[in-house]
């Protein structure tokens, strides 16, 4: 009897879990696909977009950079030049004495 009993338990898990097992998705539809496509196109679109306007800003900032490094090495030349000019004028002063 014990048997009997344990092998109707036994027979009556395994139906729960048969009947429990999940059911496959159904598949895709086309007008499901299109709009995933879209999404996707939409997603790289924007992507894209992001990606220049950081490659602009980082252009932008590029070419401020260098221009602000042109005019201090401009302010450099012009003060080195003044320093040997006013070298030439006190060695020709120092000449004359």
């Known amino acids: 009897m014990k048997t009997l009993i344990a092998i109707l338990m036994t027979a009556l898990f395994a139906t729960a879990a048969i009947a429990q097992t999940a059911s496959t998705a159904p598949a895709a539809t086309p007008k499901a696909e299109e709009k995933a496509a879209k999404a996707d196109a939409k997603a790289e679109e924007k992507a894209a977009k992001a990606t220049s306007e950081a ?43």
């Open 55 to 97: 490659k602009a800003d980082t252009a932008k900032a590029d070419a401020k950079a260098e221009k602000k490094a042109a005019k201090a090495q401009k302010k450099s030349d012009k003060k080195v030049a003044e320093a040997k000019k006013e070298a030439a004028e006190e060695k020709a002063d120092a000449a004359k004495k």
